[in-house]
Nanobody
Framework: QVQLVESGGGSVQAGGSLRLSCAASGITYIKSYCMAWFRQTPGAEREGIAAIGAYGSTTFADSVKGRFTISTDSANKTLYLQMNSLKSEDTATYYC?????????????????WGQGTEVTVSS
């Protein structure tokens, strides 16, 4: 079965950077999946922020365009989110997600597999 484990969260000052990782197990070839990152704050809906498909096509939420980069490492079966120029409003719990197929959206309801989350705090 597919398991996703996030890491790399922490506390940083505004303007700083973090790289989140999501290690996938139970997957033969990571590029057979749509992989994505979501984030959530208490009491709010889970927000899709970035996704990457089999052909390397990417989708970003307007709130993170130009600041975040999503990528995969096929050999290590790992999904990454490079976060630069962090803002206080980026503070949230970040989750990686996956579903079979290359067609990606930022709709949480379309994803079958989820990690447990990693917390990011950005202070001004």
């Amino acid at each position: 079965q597919v398991q996703l484990v996030e890491s790399g969260g922490g506390s940083v000052q505004a303007g700083g950077s973090l790289r989140l990782s999501c290690a996938a197990s139970g997957i033969t070839y990571i590029k057979s999946y749509c992989m994505a990152w979501f984030r959530q704050t208490p009491g709010a809906e889970r927000e899709g922020i970035a996704a990457i498909g089999a052909y390397g096509s990417t989708t970003f939420a307007d709130s993170v365009k130009g600041r975040f980069t999503i990528s995969t490492d096929s050999a290590n079966k790992t999904l990454y989110l490079q976060m630069n120029s962090l803002k206080s409003e980026d503070t949230a719990t970040y989750y990686c997600a996956a579903r079979i197929g290359a067609s990606c959206t930022l709709s949480a309801g379309t994803f079958f597999f989820w990690g447990q989350g990693t917390e990011v705090t950005v202070s001004s």
